[in-house]
């Protein structure tokens, strides 16, 4: 079964300071999708960042980037000179194909607390 | 641009009461999706869509009853609620499969 883990539940960090969120995940797939999910406090989630595993390139959006490891099967979401409203909890998905459709696999989450 | 609208925001239900949560979108998509959040855990997907006329049976759908007669439109029936029920309820559309979703703002329903 295709299995999305964050070991980190909590975090915290001072403002200005780069933070490293990780995410592991388990899938016999050659192809998937991978997502970060942020969730502020205010509750609608939105898209972070977005990587497709053919792509060897780490995918990038401002001062969100990943770390994309393939072999090891790791996706950790790097937040550089970290902001006040980057307090929220944190979300890795996967997409893949299980049996015939796609599935859409959740982490429980990080809580990232930014503090002044 | 309104994206993904929920109705109610707040709900709270007596045991054995039903009601629907209403979810419209204006993006034209195609897929659909209901999940709930327990607190401190991730999403965990109830039903979802992938067209009108089409809906299927996510991870967690007993209790639970969907339709999709309108692309814009999928309402998520609770029957019967029981406290097992309390959770945080998100709508979300996509226009494919393996792109970004796109939430509404939650309904936090509790069941007495």
């Known amino acids: 079964a295709q299995t999305v883990t964050q070991s980190q539940p909590e975090m915290s960090v001072q403002e200005a300071e780069t933070v490293t969120l990780s995410c592991t995940y388990d899938?016999?797939?050659?192809?998937?999708?991978l997502f970060w999910y942020k969730q502020p406090p205010s509750r609608q989630m939105i898209l972070v960042i977005r990587?497709?595993?053919?792509k060897q390139q780490n995918a990038t959006e401002n001062r969100f980037s990943v770390n994309f490891q393939k072999a090891a099967k790791s996706f950790s979401l790097k937040i550089s000179d970290s902001q006040l409203g980057d307090t929220a909890m944190y979300f890795c998905?996967?997409?893949?194909?299980?049996?015939?459709?796609?599935?859409?696999?959740w982490g429980a989450g990080t809580k990232l607390i930014i503090k002044p | 641009n309104a994206g993904v609208t929920q109705t109610p925001k707040f709900r709270i239900l007596k045991i054995g009461q039903s009601m629907t949560l209403q979810c419209a979108q204006d993006?034209?998509?195609?897929?659909m999706y209901w999940y709930r959040q327990d607190p401190g855990m991730g999403l965990k997907l109830i039903y979802y869509?992938?067209?009108?006329?089409?809906?299927d049976k996510g991870e967690v759908p007993n209790g639970y009853n969907v339709s999709r007669s309108t692309t814009e439109d999928f309402p998520l029936r609770l029957e019967l609620a029981a406290p097992s029920q309390t959770s945080v309820y998100f709508c979300a559309s996509s226009y494919r499969l393996t792109g970004e979703l796109f939430f509404g703002e939650g309904s936090r329903l509790t069941v007495l």
């Open positions: 993006m034209n998509h195609n897929y």
């Open positions: 998905a996967f997409v893949g194909r299980a049996d015939s459709n796609y599935q859409l696999i």
């Open positions: 990587q497709e595993a053919y």
């Open positions: 869509s992938v067209g009108a006329g089409i809906t």
């Open positions: 899938t016999s797939e050659s192809n998937y999708y």
